[in-house]
């Protein structure tokens, strides 16, 4: 069994969203999993169980939980494959389904795309809403009037909260504790999307990660595909659209995602990944 360091929707091991990878897992039980990703620390780490058709068994562990999905981790396991055994298709079973990714390499770099399940947006209640803006410490004068707050899945539900401008974002300052038991009692097992659109394929984003015992999140692969939903479901891009979301440089590790929104179907997700010197 080896445990890889990478870091994924990144070209420099300094930026990027922090993702260990296991392989093979299928040795190791629910219990022990939990206990190397709390160990290892990063947002959230992928175990990596190969079956016989080629095609891997995938479970998602953060420090504190494990989730249904994760986009970062799952860059980062497809382009430690491909470091081994070269680009090309691949799919990964998870817990919301069938993920296929696609690694590919360009002028020495590989990147990888995921397509994740298919999109559903939602509108939450009106006291859901004030909560949430509570838990975030956001007034509703602070949010985007042109657009609405939502929750949209992309193999996880994550609440889509846009803001009215960058100084707004850059000053996020939630809550950890009230988010944390609103998220838990609304069985939001991910993250919460707080974002600002820069123009119409561009958006700055945030990711606050309670339920994974994560401050917040560098890179959200699974919040990009959810944007992408929200985007098609509101009508706010023609399709087909390519989107760039910007994540991670709040924190000192800038991030890059570029969705991809088809007309039908799941989201893609695109982004490179590259080992940790640990």
């Not at 994740?116 to 803006?133: F, I, M, Y």
């Not at 023609?238 to 800038?254: C, S």
Request: with cysteine.
């Amino acid at each position: 069994m080896e445990i890889l360091h990478y870091s994924a929707f990144t070209t420099d091991p300094d930026g990027g969203n922090q993702a260990g990878v296991i392989l093979p897992a299928d040795t190791l039980d629910s219990r022990q999993m939990q206990a190397i990703a709390a160990k290892l620390g990063y947002s959230e780490s992928a175990f990596l169980s190969p079956r016989a058709d080629g095609s891997f068994k995938v479970r998602y562990f953060a420090p504190a939980a494990e989730v249904p999905f994760c986009g970062h981790a799952t860059i980062a396991a497809a382009v430690a494959l491909a470091r081994k055994t070269g680009p090309g298709p691949l799919t990964f079973h998870t817990a919301v389904g069938e993920i296929p990714v696609v690694t590919r390499e360009l002028d020495g770099i590989l990147t990888a795309t995921l397509t994740s399940v298919d999109t559903k947006v939602v509108e939450p209640a009106p006291e859901l809403a004030v909560r949430l803006l509570a838990a975030l410490r956001l007034r509703p004068q602070d949010l985007d009037p042109a657009l609405p707050l939502l929750i949209s899945f992309s193999g996880n539900w994550h609440p889509m909260v846009p803001v009215a401008s960058a100084a707004i974002l850059a000053g996020l300052d939630y809550d950890f504790a009230a988010l944390e038991a609103l998220m838990a009692e609304q069985g939001w097992q991910a993250t919460v999307s707080v974002m600002y659109r820069v123009d119409g394929h561009t958006f700055e984003v945030r990711n606050p990660f309670p339920p994974g015992g994560v401050r917040e999140d560098a890179a959200t692969g699974s919040a990009a595909a959810s944007l992408g939903g929200y985007l098609r479901h509101l009508g706010l891009v023609a399709l087909p659209a390519d989107v760039t979301v910007h994540q991670g440089h709040h924190m000192g590790r800038p991030s890059l995602l570029t969705v991809h929104i088809p007309e039908t179907g799941g989201i893609d997700v695109s982004g490179s990944a590259v080992p940790l010197d640990v």
